[in-house]
Nanobody
């Protein structure tokens, strides 16, 4: 079974840094796109960053310059580093992966991803 597990969330002060991890596992599973999404109460679901099989990355305009997505060579772990965190970064963060069948531009739509982790909470304090 394909399994994604996020970790690394917690409380961080405004201006600090945080590194989230997404463990990806599953026999023969090789997604093309892995993305990080977030959602906070009263706000819309937001795509944060994506990374494809060739390590190509894309970022939401709202976070570009503060967030870096990367992956291990074996692609069993995908990371999201958040620098200079802001209060609006407080959210539940989820990693998601597609089915790996279509090597195309990674989507910003949650519906285009097939597997999801349970999420990790990030709380930014003043």
């Amino acid at each position: 079974q394909v399994k994604l597990v996020e970790s690394g969330g917690g409380s961080v002060q405004t201006g600090g840094s945080l590194r989230l991890s997404c463990s990806v596992s599953g026999d023969t599973y090789n997604p093309y796109c892995v993305g990080w999404f977030r959602q906070s109460p009263g706000k819309e679901w937001e795509g944060v960053a994506t990374i494809n099989r060739e390590a190509g990355t894309d970022y939401a305009a709202s976070v570009q310059g503060r967030i870096t997505i990367s992956q291990a060579n074996a692609r069993n772990t995908v990371y999201l580093e958040i620098n200079n965190v802001k209060p609006e970064d407080s959210a539940m963060y989820y990693c998601a992966a597609d089915n790996g069948i279509f090597p195309q531009l990674c989507s910003w739509l949650p519906a285009d991803y097939d597997y999801w982790g349970q999420g990790t909470q990030v709380t930014v304090t003043s």
